[in-house]
């Protein structure tokens, strides 16, 4: 039963980057089960779902940035977490072009901040690092990629994401020869989800032309992508936290994705237009393949046989929730908080 499962996790649970998209859903999901929990990161964004859903009434945290390492470590030390997830990133590849250097700052010194932190701060006995799909070398061949496959990344965000891993593996091996918490990596693939407004992303940018009443331009629609509802990597990665908490050996790294082939972006849009007919209306624009990969697999596998994880959705699914949301959302503004707790309640409710 994964919600009494989830249950014997031991908190408190440090957050970093609580008030963004993956970031609000975990802090909900915790609450829901339970589970003690503290954010830091940078004030919330105008639109984000933190703001939608008022969510400062029902998380703890503070502003703070992951590049302070004082402030930073100061603020562990008073929480005394036992788990650290690590989330607080520049996570948007077209942004990483414009401001390669702040992504690297915040994305891998940031990440050996948070590590650097955490192993001097007794309390902690694990910290789980969220990297990307995007960190596996990607020829555009369709392949699966497993845990094991060479990592490398082409565009500045991807590439800021591996030498996040690069950093938890120093910080891995630091563990190893001394005493320190365990360092864990979890790679997830395309996270949607109700409330997600970030710029350049699929579901986002059809949601902003619906409200503006304004064209969707669509880069690559033949496009492929792991879609996945975010309640699905969240929950795999509190059941990565309660395996490495309960046994002595686990896994360094896990791929959370979707288990069928990734679908294309015009297999989304097609869902979006079962829920908003003629209110979407999408052009189609000439983009160069050379900005994001045109493939994207990720191999679940391994999570699956370690933890005993699996999606709950499919990413029809998955992407049929996340449109649903924001048309309920977008019809009662203040019921965003009340419809992500039903998508909690499913997605719980769907694993026991
Ligand atoms: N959304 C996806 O599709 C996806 C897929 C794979 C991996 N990820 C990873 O998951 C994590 C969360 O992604 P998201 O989609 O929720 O992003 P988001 O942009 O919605 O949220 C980012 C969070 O990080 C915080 N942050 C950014 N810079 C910071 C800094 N310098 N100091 C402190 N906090 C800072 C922001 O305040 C925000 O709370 C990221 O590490 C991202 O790379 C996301």
Known sequence: MVGNQLKRLDGPIFITGHTGFKGSWLSLLLNHLGIEHFGYSLEAEEHSLY???????????????????????????????????????????????????????????????????????PSVEIVLVITTDKVYRNDNSGKRFVESDPLEGKDPYSASKVAAEAVCAAWQQMSKISVGPKVLIARAGNVIGGGDFAKNRLIPDAIRAIISEQNLFVRSPKATRPWQHVLDPLIGYLKYLESAQ?????????????????????????????????????????????????TLELDPSCAIAKLGWRPQWNQEESIDRTFMWWAKTLATPNNALENCLEDIEIAIGKAL
């Open 246 to 294: 309960s046994s002595l050996s686990v896994e360094l790294s896990l791929n959370f994705g979707p288990l069928e082939p990734s679908l294309r972006v015009d297999d989304v849009l097609e869902i979006a237009k079962e829920h908003f007919q003629e209110r979407l209306n999408v052009t189609y624009k000439e983009a160069s393949q050379e900005i994001e990969s045109q």
């Open 51 to 121: 703001k939608r859903a008022n969510l400062e009434r029902v998380s703890r945290g503070v502003v703070g940035d992951i590049r302070d390492l004082e402030n930073l470590s100061k603020v562990i030390k008073d929480v005394r977490p036992s788990v650290v997830i690590h989330l607080a990133a520049q996570p948007l590849v077209l942004k990483s072009y414009q401001d390669p250097l702040e992504t690297f700052q915040t994305n891998c010194i940031g990440t050996a901040n948070v590590l650097k932190a955490a192993f001097e701060t």
